[in-house]
């Protein structure tokens, strides 16, 4: 259980562990290319870990000290047979990205997770990936997980995306490395392209344009990957810091990629004061300091364009809307029903114990503010973002915000009470 204080104001420089969806990208990468590369500002966090473990279920040598990780690459075919099952936890990244790489195999395995993941669609991977030839399979009518994946020869693709989702892109252009011919993903919004940029870095035949991307069949060279900090975890800090007057923090060395920094745009919308120094480009993926000083914010509109941009920012993005002067609404959000937990439900429900006003809409949430928080115990749903989005609605109430199951924040971001402790005062 967490138990949370109100803050005065946050203060202080602080930075944040790698990003995620790089972390995983780079081991999975790395793994399937020719030589060996080292990964440095890698996250720990309890879901790339599980990558790490199903890579070397799968005969991948890797050495791992905290943030850095050395990866001895097999090769595109040099993946073996794993012995038992691939158990990725929590990760809906690994199980997805993972799928597409093991559709294109000489093997046949079987992948699962826990009970949150047992819950969660895999019918969104399982067709395209069936177009391709692959033999694939889980439970039910989505195809949810325990997955059986045969690996086949597969053959390419050209798909329209029904959902703006990176993790069904990237799987479809990992099994595209695997097939005879071009695959190609079209996508009406774009969602994070980290996997193009680092299929392109380790030398994969792959064209970008306009909401469009092709992949040929191609080796892969291992090559030296930087990861920076996530934004998706630095987002609860400049969130807290943005909407507390008088606060004043500086967080470094954050991935800034501009498929990623849909919650810098949304809350200088609502007033926000967010400045970025020192932008460099590294391999494909923009990263900089960032500067946050705390003042009143206001509501606004969040449309479905923009939600790829910030799809896991939603829940700390709730909790300051709940605290800004008038109604924000988030809208086209419906993949947030099928996340770790469904989120506009757990929103709404923790929210409103909060004292918060939320309503629930059927493609997101309506919120009216601001609201005086007041204390209460409230429920992650074993889910990482939940339990920190709640942790950061604690700072600004009347009384204690206690968070119970806050054990998952081991997921993404190991050390968060760490770094929350050194900025309040
Ligand atoms: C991720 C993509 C997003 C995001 C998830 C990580 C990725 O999911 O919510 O936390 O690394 O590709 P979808 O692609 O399903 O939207």
Known sequence: MLTIQKVERIEGRIS???????????????????GSGKIDGFLPGEDCLGTIRCLRQLGVEIEQHDSVVVVHGRGRRGLTKPEGVLDVGNSGTTMRL??????????????????????????????PLRLMGADIGGTGDNDSPPLRIQGKSLKAIDYILPVASAQVKSAILLAGLYADGETTVRET????????????????????????????????????????GDISSAAFFIAAAAALPGSHLI??????????????????????????????????????????????LHGTTVSSEMIPRLIDEIPVLAVIAGLAEGQTRILGAGELRVKESNRIASLVSELSKLGMTIRELPDGLEIEGPSCVR??????????????????AGLFAQETVKVRDSRCINVSFPGFEHVLQSIVN
């Open 251 to 296: 967080i470094e060395n954050v991935g800034l990629n501009p498929t990623r920094t849909g919650i810098i745009d949304v809350l200088r919308d609502m007033g926000a004061d967010i400045a970025i120094e020192n932008l460099v480009l590294d391999h494909g993926e923009a990263r900089g300091d960032l500067i946050v000083r705390g003042k009143a």
């Open 189 to 228: 919004v774009p969602a994070r392209n980290h996997t193009e940029c680092m299929l392109e870095y380790l030398g994969a035949q792959i064209s970008m344009s306009d909401g469009q991307t092709t992949v040929r069949k191609s080796d892969l060279e291992a090559r030296d990957i930087h990861v920076p």
């Open 375 to 392: 204390g209460a115990v409230v429920e992650s749903y074993g889910d990482h973002r939940m339990a920190m989005a709640l942790a950061i």
């Open 98 to 127: 993972m799928a597409g790489i093991l559709a294109g195999q000489d093997f046949a395995c079987t992948v699962t997770g826990d009970a949150s993941l047992l819950t969660r669609p895999m019918d969104r991977i399982a067709v």
């Open 16 to 34: 944040v562990p790698g990003d995620k969806s790089i972390s995983h990208r780079a081991v999975m990468l790395l793994g399937i290319s020719r």
